[in-house]
């Protein structure tokens, strides 16, 4: 059996970003490895240690037994505790283990989902800490969203621009649009009747409408409102790295342009990062 053709495009766009990031680290002197990146507390290293981390866990490795020091202030939750642990075990790692680490993960990972013949539907653990589990496709599309999100992490740090109109960016971009409705009707509260306007420009072009119905439930569509309550223009990379959480509104207001009800725009901005 071969992979289901509805996973193999998802497939391929992880292995595109997680190559990547292997030839945007690979030449990396000691130095670079400690430049720090748009994620709290993270350097270079501590985001390659993420990506090899999760990426084992996936393929079934046991996790490392490690005590996290006590003077980590970006870790203030379970969940960053439990994502901590992959992270500061590799702290005194080198540039040779961590670009030899990662290697040898891509091509063990890699050679998994190219033996994926399960269903789509097919519930997998997710690794994450939560006990919980998630279709297969949803995992598959997870693990793409969140190795491009560090591969730009660690782009902006090294001043390496670049893929923002990959395949995983694309993926990116569907499942962050994905969130808005719940983003603008539930946590930002547009009142019933508001329309939201995303007009997103750059590497990835794309204008979507948000709309609230009578019953406070947000849909998204592709399609023109004329006099919508707010319209937000920006460029791509901006918008993800305020959805992923990377920046905040008030850090690049100068690249969002807001027209419209300044109340509802605020709400939404102050809402906008999907992301832990």
């Known amino acids: ?151 730009q992490d660690l782009r902006r740090a090294l001043g390496v621009p670049g893929n923002l109109d990959s395949p995983a960016a694309v993926v990116s971009r569907d499942f962050l649009l994905e969130a808005l409705p719940k983003v603008i009707a539930k946590h930002a509260e547009a009142p019933p009747g508001s329309v939201v306007v995303l007009d997103v420009h750059g590497p990835l072009e794309f204008l979507r409408t948000v709309r609230v119905d009578a019953q406070g439930r947000g849909s998204i569509d592709g399609s023109v409102s004329l006099g919508p309550t707010v319209t937000f223009t920006t460029d791509w990379e901006t918008y993800a790295r305020l959805a992923c959480g990377r920046v905040r509104p008030e850090a690049v207001a100068n690249r969002v342009k807001v027209e419209g009800d300044e109340r509802l725009a605020a709400a939404v901005l102050r809402e906008f990062a999907i992301t832990p």
């Open 1 to 151: 059996m071969t992979v289901h053709p509805s996973l193999q495009p998802t497939i391929d766009a992880w292995t595109q970003s997680v190559e990547s990031v292997h030839e945007l680290v690979r030449p990396l002197t000691e130095a670079d490895w400690n430049r720090p990146t748009e994620c709290p507390g993270w350097s270079v290293r501590d985001v390659v240690s993420h990506i090899i981390g999760v990426e084992s866990e996936m393929l079934g490795e046991p996790r490392p037994i490690h005590a996290l020091p006590r003077d980590l202030y970006h870790v203030t939750d379970e969940f960053s505790r439990y994502i901590e642990v992959q992270v500061d075990v590799r702290r005194c790692h080198t540039a040779l283990e961590m670009v030899s680490e990662l290697e040898l993960t891509i091509i063990r990972r890699s050679r998994q989902l190219r033996g994926e013949h399960r269903d789509p539907r097919t519930p997998v653990r997710w690794p994450l800490g939560t006990g919980n589990e998630q279709p297969l496709a949803r995992s598959l599309t997870v693990r793409a969203f969140d190795v491009w999100t560090h591969e």
